[in-house]
């Protein structure tokens, strides 16, 4: 089992930035990869951003160039840089961590919110 706990979510005004963060805990020999999806209200969840442990890395068409992912093994956490927030940025965003494949998560953290508002 893995254990993923977020934090770093809250209210920032659009053109603004956040940064959030998801420590992972337990098997972490069974990582294959981490990422972070999220789910807006009256919207499907999806993925974000992603990074296996090869180092490659996807992300949604709508956050590439204003969202960077990173990793650092030694401290088995994963970040989430936001830039240029938008006001359709706003969602639950979940980390996850994945055994075999990029786009399948077999763990979820327990979320954290992101509003963008002015």
């Known amino acids: 089992q893995v254990q993923l706990v977020e934090s770093g979510g809250g209210l920032v005004q659009p053109g603004g930035s956040l940064r959030l963060s998801c420590a992972a805990s337990?098997?972490?020999?069974?990582?294959?990869?981490m990422g972070w999806f999220r789910q807006a209200p009256g919207k499907q969840r999806e993925l974000v951003a992603v990074k296996t442990s090869g180092g490659t890395t996807n992300y949604a068409d709508s956050v590439k160039g204003r969202f960077t992912i990173s990793r650092d093994n030694a401290k088995n956490t994963v970040y989430l840089q936001m830039n240029s927030l938008k006001p359709e940025d706003t969602a639950v965003y979940y980390c996850?961590?994945?055994?075999?494949?990029?786009?399948?998560?077999?763990?979820w953290g327990q979320g954290t919110q992101v509003t963008v508002s002015s």
């Open positions: 996850t961590a994945h055994r075999r494949s990029w786009n399948q998560p077999d763990y």
């Open positions: 337990g098997s972490i020999f069974s990582i294959y990869a």
